[in-house]
């Protein structure tokens, strides 16, 4: 069961929230799951997630689980320095993400790769 | 080339669907199906067979029977995290041929379902973090040759799971962090030719055999950290693409002579938390990628390291060693240095920094300085943060901070100096000068007009700046009328912290004869 603060109606009912406020969304989340910050207007939602969203990478450590951003022209990334898959107008080739394919290699749209 | 890939089937355009789909799920014109955080307990029925992207997480499936998606041939994304799953049938994933991404993380399995993963010849990306997994079949990922991401951290592993990786030629990236390996064997992972990212940081590795990174001709990344490691990790000499290094939060005590000689691309290198007791002086040299070079603690320490080509240094912290001079060419190699932190060591003497142009901050705290030259800190018309204290300085060259146009912040207590030159430091904010108790003279504000916080040897030192008529508090507001050419007067308020400030019982005691 995620644990309410006290005086705060149980409106977050997402899984993986270990405790969470009408207001603010999960404040932790439950062990193994990934603590995720959404914005929404001017309010930040914290979200507990299995793994992090698009555009960004998780990190597990046995203190907490985080989301990072990728870098920016990667849609979604395994770290910082290695994508999985690149955004409009980047080709991906062994985690990187580039506007041209090495020597040998062809541009790809539909996957943005460098095949 | 695959052109229907271009007009996926069922793929009319973006927003909700009214096409098919189950009660229990959202979805969308693409072939996209939501059916995530229902409570379900089993695959719904009724979606199409042109879906090819299925979010099954934080549902309650316990396990995938035989042929479950078999009405999927065009699936390429199966999400199944954060279910209770624990059993997989071998048919399960049966028919998926295009399924590219298979996320199993979150769930309660125990060994790899190497029966289950049996033809998905496409797939490229396969999580099973977060399980309970402490086997690893030889034959888990022997179809998956199209295999580039593999997540197997945080599980039960004791062992690096040699047998199973042999095939995998096009891997690129593999996390086994956070499990219970404590041994890396030599050619561990021998066939990775393609694999770029190695995490294996919060295990229990105390040993690795000297070859056990063979064949990681593509490594750029190695992940070490948080481990029991107690040897310098020599096997990093078959990595000649390594990038980032990291061994911090382990045992090792010392870092030998030429550790890196083989991995010339190096950019970082997180060795703090580590009971390093020596480093090789040829250590870091020809690392002419390396940006930040941070060692603390290295007690044994004599030699400053040898840093020739390593000429991308932004940043050098050498601290807590028994380095005694620093070379006299410093800054012919580290001209892009920025900060420079060589503060508790045992340097007796300066070079010239002039080479050093673009330092913004640096710290000589706490070592055996007892004098400042005219070129000491020539040129460095960038630097912003100057900390000298706890040194035995007596004289400072009235010329040496003559460039240091854009110092700020200058720390100079805990010296025996007698008197201080001021010319040059025209943007000083923060200057501290206590403890110099020779230092009886009065300084004036004359030359630094832009102080705000002084700390001094005496309470009536600071009557040259706080004014001593209204000693009131330490901080006070005090008018300053300043006349800029001509009939104008600026009033400029001038908020200024003066420490000990003079009070009735820190009269100023040399008030006769010297200041008045």
């Known amino acids: 069961q995620n644990k309410q603060i006290s005086g705060v109606s149980s409106g977050c009912q997402q899984g993986g929230c270990l405790t969470c406020s009408d207001y603010n969304g999960c ?89 | 080339m695959c052109l229907w890939c271009f007009l996926r089937p069922g ?202 990174y063979s064949g990681l001709l593509n490594l750029e990344t190695l992940d070490l950290n948080f481990n029991n490691l107690m040897v310098f990790p020599k096997a990093i000499e078959a990595l000649p693409k390594l990038k980032e290094l990291g061994f911090h939060s382990n045992d090792i005590a010392s870092i ?47 030699d400053f390291p040898i840093l020739t080509w390593t000429n991308s240094l932004e940043s050098l912290t050498l601290s807590g060693t028994k380095i005694s001079s620093i070379p006299a060419n410093l800054c012919e190699d580290l001209k892009l240095l920025r900060t420079l932190d060589l503060s508790y060591n045992e340097i007796k003497e300066l070079p010239s920094l002039q080479g050093c142009v673009r330092l913004q901050e640096i710290s000589f705290q706490h070592n055996h300085i007892q004098q400042i030259d005219r070129g000491t800190f020539q040129g460095l018309s960038a630097l912003r943060l100057l900390d000298l204290s706890r040194n035995a300085i007596r004289v400072i060259h009235r010329d040496a901070f003559l460039s240091l146009t854009a110092l700020t912040n200058l720390d100079l207590s805990m010296n025996s100096l007698t008197v201080i030159p001021t010319t040059g430091l025209s943007a000083l904010s923060q200057l501290k000068l206590s403890g110099n108790p020779q230092m009886k003279n009065v300084l004036t504000a004359k030359n630094l007009p832009k102080l705000r916080s002084i700390s001094l040897p005496y309470a009536y030192q600071c009557c040259a700046f706080v004014g001593c008529d209204s000693m009131t508090s330490s901080s006070e507001e005090y008018d300053v009328k300043k006349s800029t050419g001509g009939e104008d007067v600026e009033r400029i308020s001038m908020i200024m912290h003066c420490s000990p400030s003079p009070g009735a019982f820190k009269p100023c005691e040399h008030l006769l004869g010297n200041w008045m």
């Open chain 1, 27 to 115: 404040l932790s989340c439950k062990p193994r799951f990934f603590m995720h910050l959404e914005r929404i207007g001017m309010k930040q939602i914290g979200v507990c997630m299995t793994s992090c969203p698009p555009g960004f990478y998780d990190t597990r450590s046995p203190e907490r689980n985080t989301c990072t951003k990728c870098r920016s022209e990667c849609d979604s990334c395994f770290n910082k320095n290695f994508c999985t898959h690149c955004r409009a107008g980047f080709y991906l080739h062994l985690g990187k993400c580039q506007e041209n394919c090495p020597e040998g290699l062809v541009r790809s749209d539909t996957q943005r790769e460098c095949v």
């Open chain 2, 11 to 212: 793929a009319t355009g973006q927003g909700q669907s009214t096409a098919v789909c189950s009660p229990s799920c959202s979805c969308d014109e693409d072939g996209g199906a939501d059916c995530s955080g229902r409570g379900l307990t089993t695959v719904p029925t009724g979606l199409r067979a042109f879906t090819y992207y299925l979010d099954l997480s934080m549902n309650n499936i316990t396990e995938l029977p035989a042929f479950v998606f078999k009405n999927f041939p065009y699936l390429e994304e199966l999400r199944l995290a954060g279910n209770d799953l624990s059993f997989i049938h071998p048919e399960a994933l049966s028919g998926l041929h295009q399924l590219k991404v298979l996320m199993l993380q979150n769930n309660q399995l125990k060994t790899v379902p190497s029966a289950a993963l049996k033809n998905l010849h496409s797939l490229q990306s396969l999580r099973l973090d977060a399980n309970h997994i402490t086997t690893v079949p030889d034959d888990s990922f022997e179809d998956l040759q199209q295999l580039r991401h593999l997540w197997l951290d945080d599980n039960n592993l004791t062992e690096v799971p040699v047998g199973s990786l042999r095939h995998q030629a096009n891997l690129q990236a593999l996390t086994l962090a956070l499990n219970r390996i404590s041994y890396i064997p030599d050619n561990a992972f021998a066939n990775l030719t393609s694999l770029v990212v190695l995490h294996l940081h919060n295990n229990r590795i105390k040993e690795i055999g000297d070859n056990c």
């Open chain 2, 256 to 302: 030998p002579e030429g550790a890196f000689h083989n991995n010339p691309l190096l950019r970082t290198i997180h060795l703090y938390d580590n009971p390093l007791s020596f480093v090789g002086a040829s250590a870091f040299q020809n690392l002419s990628d390396l940006h930040s070079l941070m060692l603390r603690g290295a007690s044994m320490m004599q």
